[in-house]
């Protein structure tokens, strides 16, 4: 099976600016997470969609936005671009259908970087 | 809330020794706890997770970890360094309930050395 991808895989973007971010989980996972990961904050978490419904969010601002398609595949948008936005983006795909946690499969991350 | 905390940023041992990760977490229902592995620019990859049942976890390249309640402890062990275990270990708990939801700790990164 192929991993979780995530495309692009690095990005430049100016402050003030808008991104998309795309996630393609792994064929028959139905969960996709989205984490920002940053040298001051550590690993965060952002939101998780299953089929298609956002069921958790982490405490970021409304600015970061994200939806996931009928085929799981996840978007993840940020509005009006910060300096400290700066950071690689990981996106988890799960087969857990359920309220457990279950194995989370990471793809390799976008690295975005704002000037 | 739940947290995680990771006792060391930077651990070093020689190719042979000893590996000892320390994580402690804080949950006010029983937690879901895992561990993850990072090599440099590359995503995640789980090496254990403790769900229910046998406290005692063993993982992939001979890593395990032991559940301790009583400490609120999850420590990565592996009896043999190699030089290729050096990356950045994340210890992390899920909430029972809470779905897919992982709150990491800081990280802690293992030099291995000759």
């Known amino acids: 099976k192929a991993g979780v991808t995530q495309t692009p895989r690095y990005l430049i973007k100016t402050r003030g600016q808008q991104v998309t971010l795309s996630c393609s989980p792994i064929s028959g996972h139905r969960s996709v997470s989205w984490y920002q990961q940053t040298p001051g904050q550590g690993l965060q978490f952002l939101f998780e969609y299953f089929s298609e419904t956002q069921r958790n969010k982490g405490n970021f601002p409304g600015r970061f936005s994200g939806r996931q398609f009928s085929n799981s595949r996840s978007e993840m948008n940020v509005s009006t671009l910060e300096l400290g936005d700066s950071a690689l983006y990981l996106c988890?795909?799960?087969?857990?259908?359920?309220?457990?946690?279950?194995?989370?499969?990471f793809g390799p991350g976008t690295r975005l970087t704002v000037l | 809330a739940q947290s995680v905390t990771q006792l060391g940023s930077h651990v070093s041992v020689s190719e042979g020794a000893l590996v000892l990760l320390r994580c402690n977490y804080s949950?006010?229902?029983?937690?879901?706890l895992f561990w993850y592995v990072q090599y440099p620019n590359q995503g995640l990859q789980l090496l254990l997770k403790y769900t229910t049942g046998a406290t005692l976890v063993k993982g992939i390249n001979g890593f395990e970890a032991e559940f301790k309640k009583s400490e609120t402890s999850f420590h990565l062990t592996k009896p043999s360094a190699h030089m290729s275990d050096a990356a950045e270990y994340f210890c992390a708990v899920a909430k029972t309930g809470g779905y897919n939801k992982l709150i990491f700790g800081a990280g802690t990164r293992l030099a291995v050395h000759p």
């Open positions: 949950s006010s229902v029983p937690p879901y």
């Open positions: 988890a795909s799960s087969p857990s259908p359920g309220q457990g946690a279950g194995e989370q499969f």
